[in-house]
């Protein structure tokens, strides 16, 4: 856009400020954490304020934004009403990105270790010194251990794909991110029956199923506003959650299922659909693969069946699978987000799948659509074949689904600890902060013992960071210069953008493709990354030229592009070519081709341990002066009647112990949550003092979560932990 200049009164500027912080994050009063340092916003000063497009990186959505920026300072953040994505929306961490920026919590120099890992002793070193060090450490484990004796951790950030291309031409096959945490068994369970990963099409559609997700509480752009407003024009809810969530609050029906019995309720969904033959006979015929396998299949799967799995009454069940296939095809099972809750979560999500494809909405609108054509391209690249390397990644083969240019991180830490079938010795992790978000802290920290050398690339000191050997500081989203990047799916999608520096880069910090470009002369590809950021945005644009223009005017190109009936006439890329109720790769591998339900497993005397987000959380943690406001520490979440037979009280103190570790915790009673299962929230008990807000504060989840792996996708399974609750002695 053409940058516009506007001139308020200092009056005037600071009335309409502090009344649209107000409005828009609803951000409470600050109490006492400025103190501590963290200043939350810039002080105001008079002086002409201009605007820039950009887009938000306070999580994986990629909100359009404006930045107000006045004296060469971020004041303010406001959505860019032109980004349909977010359908005019930040939230409030978008607007806490302010805090973000001025964090003085911030990684400000290049860091070498001194002491031991997490000793906190640090030498300052230019960034020469650092960028040689890498070269050397990494040139030397090349030599000992072959190319991928180093791993990359690239996390989601606009300039991953420049690490990853770093790691490609270095010759590293290990390359796994934060994916491997989140919903990889739910792309395997679609791209299994649907050959692709869907996005649900919210804002049409007529009846909703919301299993295990939260998208009230853990915000997604745009199903989260589009679910708000398919609400208002009519359309059903039903929320199945052992917890009372937000999204459950505002359902028309919640059931607090028994955790890990989701599959059971779809299965008695597909049993009655079926049976009483309620699904469209002309899409059957035309797309469906395997009905005859899966009528066979869902004949014992009955309502009545479910009801003594799911604790759900079977009249409820039947009633709700006749309701969804009257809406059909505007209703969906919703496809979710974080999916790494249970060892068998494909098939779990498959079972999801086949109700979505008895519900004959696949590419229609309503529905669950097929990813629109955007345009971008990723730019060609040479990657060069080193002799030495192994055949493959280092875990390869351990998960029959895994998906192979993201791996299991689980299983890799794993091969890694036990250094087979080949040893890794370096790792280059890039705003990933896996000591925080990966089950198991303890045995993190036991991978860590077996690599030579660690880099870490963040803004701030994560727990990675300060397990790390060397620490480079990056930019903020909002002082760089990012490639383009596209945002495929729903109705709202198809759209491609970029950001430019809104500010200059503060302290030292460098970005990932001046990192890597320095890093390439050094190893000797400097071809890799000869070229300009202009240079590199045009070749992705390459076939939409025009969308360079619309981005520069809107901050947004949206791609005209087909949204419904992509694959009509087209074959689905299955081996069948059509939706797999029935998968027959599956079949040939000795895994069940269809989902068939084992009972949840139970251990006496203890609690199943479940964990989720709220909507201040922000990547790992909620190190941010202006969200921290909003929930102060994390707590463990417990029935009365569960916690009153125990003889706890509402807010004491207790030690919650698990096979991998014990951490302490405050109790809150809550009636909204199945009375067998327990719930604590992301986001708290971090290790690194270099995180002020959340260091020592309430507990991590990775650290009391035991490491289970879903085992077709290699997904980590978040909720297979259970607890012990005991009174804190001492
Ligand atoms: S949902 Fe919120 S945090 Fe995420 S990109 Fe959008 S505004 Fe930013």
Redesign the pocket.
């Known amino acids: 856009m053409d940058e516009t200049t506007k001139t308020l009164s200092r009056r005037n500027f600071l009335r309409a400020s502090a009344a649209a912080m107000t409005a828009a994050t609803g951000v409470p009063a600050l109490k006492g954490l400025v103190s501590t340092g963290h200043a939350a916003a810039p002080a105001v000063q008079a002086g002409p304020i201009s605007d820039h497009y950009t887009a938000?990186?306070?999580?994986?959505?990629?909100?359009g934004m404006i930045a107000r920026v006045q004296n060469g300072r971020v004041i303010k953040l406001d959505p860019n009403p032109k980004f349909l994505k977010?359908r005019g929306?930040?939230?409030a961490?978008?607007n806490a990105a302010t805090a973000h920026i001025y964090d003085p919590d911030r990684l400000k120099h290049p860091l070498l270790r001194k002491g031991a890992r997490g000793e906190g002793k640090w030498q300052r070193i230019s960034w020469d010194q650092a960028l040689d060090h890498i070269a050397e450490q990494f040139e030397r484990i090349a030599d000992k251990y072959t190319r991928c004796g180093v791993m990359f951790s690239p996390g989601s950030d606009m300039q991953s794909q420049f690490l990853i291309r770093f790691a490609e031409v270095f010759g590293s096959y290990n390359i796994t991110s934060h994916e491997t945490l989140c919903l990889l068994s739910n792309h395997r369970a679609y791209l299994d029956t649907f050959g692709e990963t869907p996005y649900p099409d919210v804002l049409y559609t007529k009846y909703i199923i919301v299993a295990g997700a939260n998208p009230y509480e853990a915000?997604i752009?745009p199903d989260t506003i589009d679910l708000m407003e398919a609400r208002k024009n009519g359309c059903k809810m039903v929320v199945l959650d052992p917890r009372y969530t937000k999204t459950a609050a505002l359902a028309d029906e919640w059931y607090p299922i028994r955790p890990h019995t989701d599959m059971a309720f779809f299965l008695a969904l597909a049993h009655v659909i079926i049976h009483e033959g309620l699904y469209d006979r002309e899409f059957a015929d035309e797309m469906l693969f395997g009905l005859d396998e899966l009528r066979e299949h869902v004949r014992k799967y009955t309502p009545e069946w479910a009801a003594g799995e799911t604790g759900i009454p079977a009249e409820d069940i039947r009633r709700i699978a006749r309701e969804l296939a009257a809406a059909a095809p505007t209703a969906m099972v919703y496809t979710g987000r974080r999916t790494s809750d249970y060892e068998d979560s494909s098939q779990i999500r498959r079972s999801m799948a086949i109700v979505n494809a008895l519900l004959a909405n696949w590419d229609r609108p309503g529905g669950i659509l097929a990813s629109r054509e955007v345009g971008v391209r990723a730019p060609y690249f040479d990657i060069p074949w080193y002799d030495d390397n192994p055949d493959d990644r280092i875990d390869h083969g351990m998960a029959p689904g895994l998906i192979h240019h993201e791996g299991s991180f689980k299983l890799m830490r794993d091969a890694i600890i036990k250094e087979e079938p080949y040893p890794i010795k370096g790792w280059f992790t890039f705003k990933t902060n896996f000591m925080q978000t990966a089950a198991n802290r303890n045995k993190t920290i036991e991978m860590l013992d077996h690599l030579d050398f660690i880099v870490n690339a963040d803004i701030a000191m994560s727990d990675t960071a300060w397990y790390s050997d060397l620490l480079l500081p990056s930019p903020s989203f909002l002082e760089r210069n990012d490639p383009v990047s596209a945002l495929q799916g729903s109705s709202a999608c198809a759209c491609a953008i970029w950001r430019d520096a809104v500010v200059p880069a503060m302290y030292e910090s460098r970005d990932m493709r001046y990192i890597c470009t320095e890093l390439s002369k050094r190893l000797g590809f400097p071809e890799t990354f000869d070229f300009t950021i202009d240079q590199y945005r045009e070749w992705q644009l390459a076939s939409i030229p025009e969308a360079a223009q619309a981005i520069r005017e809107d901050g947004v190109y949206y791609n005209p592009s087909k949204v419904y009936g992509i694959y009509f006439d087209v074959p689905l890329k299955t081996q069948a070519q059509k939706i797999e109720l029935y998968n027959q790769r599956y079949a040939n591998m000795g895994l069940d081709p269809m989902p068939t339900y084992k009972p949840p497993r139970q251990e006496e005397g203890k609690l199943r341990l479940v964990v989720g987000r709220t909507a201040f959380f922000?990547h790992s943690n909620t190190n941010n002066a202006l969200l921290i406001e909003f929930e102060e520490e994390n707590t463990l979440w417990i029935h009365p009647k569960t916690a009153e037979g125990m003889g706890f009280r509402d807010g004491e103190r207790v030690f919650v112990t698990s096979d991998a570790a014990r951490v302490e915790l405050a109790l809150k009673f809550f009636e909204g949550i199945e009375k067998e299962t327990v719930y604590m929230t992301t986001g708290f008990g971090a290790l690194s003092p270099g995180q002020r807000l959340v260091h020592n504060r309430g507990a991590s989840i990775a650290e009391v979560l035991e490491d289970h792996v879903d085992y077709i996708s290699g997904n980590m399974a978040m909720h297979e932990t259970f607890v012990t609750v005991s009174r804190k002695v001492g």
């Open positions: 938000c990186d306070m999580c994986f959505n990629r909100c977010s929306m930040l939230c961490r978008g915000i752009t922000t």
